[in-house]
């Protein structure tokens, strides 16, 4: 793979939803890179926060991509997964201190779900979720967390664990649900999480490949398997599902089950496929990508997806440090 002649922007996607793909379209400050950009979100006035895991670890930007301001210096363990409140307050999941810490927009701490440093008892091993024997209490490695309009909260629990928590919008633990395996309601690694206006509970289930659909009290209802490996889910205004694939090209181990690499797919909110876009030939392109892990759709209906290029694939001599790890696909509007 190589970044050499890769071009600028492209047009990606089919029918209504038609984008110009940019890989390119933010600007950091002088000396500052991305490092991976593991968690992106949009707020009300939409600004663009990427949850990143290099020494800035949360950088705001407007949307045309001009840096605004960066916190949380030596604040996070390992950045995973970001989630932007109704209020334009954030929830920051740090799967390795096993907290989700609720913050305002300026880098204020207001309560942590879990406790620092302290895992539940699931018999993970080695942090290997391939050796988990058993759900537990929250949290081992929690991955992301997403809203009700109720205020509760749902968290995907994740790399130690495998189970859905749900809580009260105060923070009291109501529900928890999930066990290891591939049947239903139970979970190879729960990823990402999201709520559509139905109140259905989608969950990336990433190693056993599908989408599962769940009530608000974790009754199992149906699930997606049309995906490789989905990370995060986001539900837009009109209830369309758009999901980061990682696919089978980074971080999966022998034998794959097929050749499909990362990708984004856009689904209707009974499960139809309506554009798809990548496949991991060059991720160099702005229309590919290398491993997909957060998704958001800011109220123009564009796209921003970031992605974990330096662990899935920087470190694994897949691509060099130029992969771009942050993309925007501004939506095309269609013409008479």
């Known amino acids: 793979m190589s970044s050499d002649h890769a071009p600028v922007t492209e047009i990606v996607g089919s029918g209504d939803f038609v984008y110009q793909a940019c890989a390119t379209w933010h600007q950091m400050p002088a000396g500052w890179t991305l490092t991976e950009a593991v ?11 990427v949850f990143d895991r290099g020494p800035h670890p949360v950088l705001i930007f407007d949307r045309e991509g001009n840096f ?5 210096e030596e604040q996070f363990v390992r950045p995973h997964g970001i989630w932007i409140a109704p209020d334009d307050t954030l929830y920051l999941t740090d799967d390795l201190d096993h907290t989700i810490g609720h913050y305002t927009s300026d880098g204020k701490l ?3 779900l879990g406790t620092s440093g302290q ?8 942090r290997d979720y391939r050796t988990i024997q058993r759900g537990g209490p929250p949290f081992n490695q929690p991955t992301n967390l997403t809203l009700a309009p109720s205020g509760e909260m749902f968290v995907t629990d994740g790399y130690g664990n495998a189970r859905v928590h749900k809580f009260s919008a105060e923070g009291e633990l109501l529900l928890s649900w999930g066990e290891p395996g591939t049947g ?6 729960p990823h990402g999480i999201a709520i559509d206006s139905r109140g259905r509970v989608f969950v ?35 209830d369309r599902a758009y999901v980061a694939e990682v696919g089978y090209h980074a971080g999966t181990p022998d034998p794959r089950p097929d050749e499909t690499g990362g990708r984004l797919s856009i689904f209707d909110n009974d499960g139809n496929l309506l554009a798809r876009w990548g496949g991991g030939k060059d991720p160099y ?3 590919d990508f290398i491993a997909p892990h957060d998704i958001w759709v800011d109220s123009h209906n564009d796209i921003y997806l970031g992605e974990v290029t330096d662990s899935a694939g920087i470190q694994r001599g897949m691509v060099g440090a130029d992969c771009p790890s942050l993309r925007k696909f501004t939506k095309v509007l269609a013409t008479d």
Do not use: H, K, M
């Open 39 to 49: 968690g992106v979100a949009v707020d009300s006035r939409d600004r663009v926060f």
């Open 68 to 72: 605004i301001d960066a916190w949380g």
């Open 110 to 112: 207001l309560r942590t």
């Open 119 to 126: 895992a539940s008892e699931t018999g993970v091993v080695n």
């Open 184 to 189: 239903p309601g139970q979970f190879n690694l």
């Open 204 to 238: 990336a289930d990433r190693e056993n490949s599908r989408l599962q659909i769940f009530s608000p009290e974790g009754e199992y209802l149906d699930e997606w398997r049309e995906i490789a490996r989905p990370c995060q889910i986001f539900f837009d205004a009109d």
């Open 285 to 287: 392109q702005p229309s």
